[in-house]
C-alpha cells in the first residue's frame, strides 16, 4: 500500500474512517438507504440535495427530507438554491435542526427545473457568483461548509479550477468534483485530468466523483489525480457491497468475492424495511421497484421477476417475490450440484 492510500481523511475538525465516500443522488440517497451503505464501510455519505426554498417555506415533504438516523454520521447535508438569502437561512436551519457534520452547497445538478432556479451547475459559469454564494453560507453557519460541483458547464466553458478556488477563498472546507460537464448529463466519459488539475491548485480536501466503478477504478482514481477521497454513485445503487470491497481493496489489496444471491436479497430486503419505517408502505413499495431491480442486476434470469415487481403494490408481494426467486435460485443449485 501506498501512503497516499493510506493517509487519513477529513474535512475541518471532521475525521472520516476511510476515504470511500457515498455521492449524492437525487431521490436515492434517503436515510434508508444511505445507512445501509454506511454499514457497508462509508467514511463519509451526502444526503440527496433538498431544495433551499423548501426548507425556508417549512415544506412538509421537504423537512422530512432533512431526517438522519444517528448511525449515518458523519454525514454531509447537501442542499441547492440560486438565491442567497435563501440558501444562507437554509444553511442557518440545517445547522439548527439536524445533526449533519457538513453542509454541502450543489453546484452540479445537470437538470433544467434545477437550472431554471440558477442553482446547480448554472452556477458554474460564474466564479464570482459561486465564491459569493459560498461565503454568505460560510459566514452564516459555524459546521463546515463544502460544494460539490461538475468541472464546468460545457466544453467551451471549463472554469473547474477557477470554481474551485473561489470555493476555497470564500472559506469552504472541501471540493467534491464530479469530472463531467453540465451538457454530458451522465453520458460519455468522466474527465479526470481536470479533477487532477483542480487538487493542484487547492489546498482545501478535493473528493473525486465519475466513472468509478469498481475498486480497481477507486484506487486508480487516488493514485492519478492524487485526491483526498473518492466518491462513489451510481456503482453503490442495489451494490452496497461496493463500498465495502472498495474499502477492502484500498486498505489491504485483496479483492473481496462478489455477495450471494441470497446475500442480495437479504439486505434488498433490509433496505425496504427501513424504507417502510421512513415512508410508509405505499410510497416504500413504489420507490423499491427500482431499488429492487439494482439489486437482481447481473443476476442470470432477473427478467421475468423485474417485471413482476414493477407490478407489485404491497410489502407481502415484495417479499413473496424477492424470497421465491431466491428459493428457485437454490433449487437450481442443488439439481446442478
Not at 501506498?2 to 475525521?15: R, S, T
Not at 433538498?50 to 425556508?56: A, E, M, N, Y
Not at 431491480?293 to 442470470?300: A, D, M, T, V
Amino acid at each position: 500500500m501506498n501512503n497516499a492510500q493510506q493517509k487519513p481523511f477529513q474535512i475541518a475538525d471532521i475525521v472520516m474512517d476511510n476515504r470511500v465516500v457515498l455521492a449524492p443522488m437525487a431521490g436515492i440517497c434517503n436515510s434508508a438507504f444511505r445507512l445501509t451503505v454506511k454499514e457497508f464501510g462509508a467514511g463519509l455519505v451526502y444526503a440527496e440535495m433538498i431544495s433551499d426554498k423548501g426548507i425556508v417555506q417549512r415544506n412538509t415533504k421537504t423537512l422530512d427530507m432533512l431526517y438522519i438516523d444517528e448511525r449515518e454520521n458523519p454525514l454531509s447535508l447537501q442542499i441547492f438554491g440560486g438565491d442567497k438569502e435563501n440558501l444562507v437561512a437554509a444553511a442557518k436551519y440545517v445547522e439548527e435542526n439536524t445533526t449533519a457534520d457538513i453542509i454541502d452547497i450543489n453546484m452540479g445538478c445537470p437538470v433544467n427545473k434545477i437550472i431554471k432556479c440558477e442553482a446547480g451547475a448554472r452556477l458554474l459559469l460564474d466564479p464570482n457568483k459561486v465564491y459569493e454564494m459560498v461565503a454568505a453560507v460560510v459566514d452564516a453557519v459555524k459546521k463546515p461548509v463544502s460544494v460539490k460541483m461538475r468541472i464546468g458547464w460545457d466544453d467551451e466553458h471549463i472554469f473547474a479550477v477557477e470554481n474551485a478556488q473561489a470555493i476555497e477563498r470564500a472559506g469552504a472546507a472541501a471540493v467534491a468534483v464530479h469530472g463531467r460537464t453540465r451538457v454530458q448529463m451522465y453520458e460519455g466519459k468522466a474527465n479526470w485530468d481536470i479533477i487532477r488539475d483542480v487538487k493542484q491548485n487547492v489546498n482545501i480536501p478535493v473528493l473525486g466523483n465519475g466513472d468509478v466503478e469498481t475498486p480497481q477504478d477507486a484506487k486508480r482514481m487516488l493514485e492519478t489525480t492524487g485526491v483526498d477521497a473518492v466518491m462513489i454513485g451510481r456503482a453503490a445503487l442495489g451494490n452496497p457491497w461496493m463500498i465495502y470491497r472498495t474499502v477492502q481493496y484500498l486498505e489491504t489489496g485483496e479483492l473481496k468475492d462478489e455477495p450471494s444471491i441470497r446475500e442480495k436479497i437479504d439486505v434488498c430486503l433490509l433496505h425496504f424495511e427501513r424504507l417502510m419505517q421512513l415512508k410508509g408502505e405505499k410510497i416504500a413499495v413504489r420507490e423499491m421497484r427500482n431499488h429492487a431491480s439494482w439489486y437482481l442486476k447481473g443476476i442470470r434470469g432477473n427478467g421475468k421477476i423485474r417485471n413482476a415487481i414493477n407490478q407489485a403494490e404491497t410489502k407481502t408481494e415484495l417479499y413473496m417475490l424477492l424470497n421465491g426467486f431466491v428459493a428457485e435460485y437454490d433449487e437450481l443449485l442443488e439439481e446442478i450440484v
